[in-house]
């Protein structure tokens, strides 16, 4: 089981970092990936305008990737009133000191200011545990900034089954093992840098992208040595562009290959790649996302009723 919040349309970090190993899970076992519409709330509750686009926006990039809505269920937390009403009985045992000390919870109340620091999203960490626990997902495909919320949900799920007897399924988190995709200004790619090169992108904005990279700031004239450990571009040409990059390795350390020539080629293979994605995604009607998360909701929900009995059970409400 894993989520997302839907902030809108996603980048090639998203599509390389978590997108390919949700499709590789989905392969394997049952899986449900659920778009986060609640999470988003605890931080957007002013700007919910565009939260209906999102959500499908982020779908249709989910689809694109190549998750199989015949082998994934997908849904919206919202449309699985379930997970609401886990919060509300786990919110009963969780002692406010563990979602305080969550690092980031202090992180986005120093960053965001004290407007974020709500009820709701200082659960938001428990919200997380409850999307996972609903349906009894034994493993959470996260990045690393996510592992402190799996550890409090472990918590939370030993202390429930310690109270009530054993009923929910600690969850294990597995880390992607890929690497950060650097963006176009060399940090790593994300909306808020706006340093992204979208899924949705067409190839001449891509490319236009790709032209404005940085590189290594010490290669300045075309026949300059460069470094590519240090060069985004490079980083990128190692993703998509594997039997080419001892070559480019080579050159550009020597001097040979310039910055420009280096970019025209990462500009081609990155719209190679990435072709099959958005011919996919050209091809989805957007309103059949919608047919598709009824669908998951149906089953997400039949799954959650069940772990939502139990837990009452346990809990002996009458
Ligand atoms: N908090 C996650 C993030 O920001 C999104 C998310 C919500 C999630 N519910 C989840 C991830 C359940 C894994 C499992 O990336």
Request: glycine residues 6%.
């Amino acid at each position: 089981m894993s989520g997302m919040r839907p902030t809108g349309r996603l980048h090639i970090g998203h599509l390389v970092g978590v997108l390919t190993q949700w499709v590789e899970f989905a392969k394997g076992d049952e899986v449900f990936f659920e778009v986060a519409d609640l999470h988003a709330l605890t931080t957007a509750y002013e700007r919910t305008g565009a939260l209906r686009v999102n959500v499908r926006e982020t779908v249709l990039d989910w689809l694109a990737a190549g998750v199989d809505p015949a082998r994934a269920t997908m849904y919206v937390q919202s449309h699985v009133p379930e997970i609401s009403e886990l919060h509300l009985l786990l919110s009963m045992i969780v002692p406010i000191s563990w979602l305080q000390r969550v690092p980031t919870f202090k992180d986005q109340i120093g960053a965001l200011g004290a407007e974020v620091a709500t009820y709701g999203f200082l659960g938001y960490p428990l919200m997380q545990l409850c999307d996972i626990a609903i349906m009894r997902a034994d493993t959470v495909p996260v990045g690393k900034d996510q592992l402190s919320h799996l550890e409090l949900g472990r918590e939370i799920v030993r202390r429930f089954n310690f109270l009530y007897g054993p009923t929910l399924v600690e969850p294990q988190a597995t880390l992607s093992e890929f690497p950060d995709v650097p963006g176009t200004d060399g940090r790593k790619m994300s909306k808020s840098y706006d340093n992204h090169i979208e899924i949705a992108d067409d190839e001449a904005a891509t490319t236009k992208k790709v032209r404005a990279m940085v590189t290594d700031p010490l290669k300045v004239r075309r026949h300059d040595p460069g470094r590519p450990e240090v060069c985004p571009v490079f980083a990128l040409q190692r993703i998509v562009n594997t039997d080419r990059v001892p070559w480019i390795d080579e050159n550009c350390r020597t001097g040979a290959l310039g910055c420009v020539d280096c970019k025209a080629e990462l500009a081609e293979r990155l719209n190679a790649f990435m072709r099959p994605v958005r011919e996919r995604r050209l091809a989805i009607a957007p309103e059949s996302v919608d047919a598709i998360l009824e669908d998951g909701a149906a089953k997400a929900r039949a799954v959650a009723r069940g772990t939502l009995a139990d837990v009452k059970s346990a809990m002996q409400l009458p």
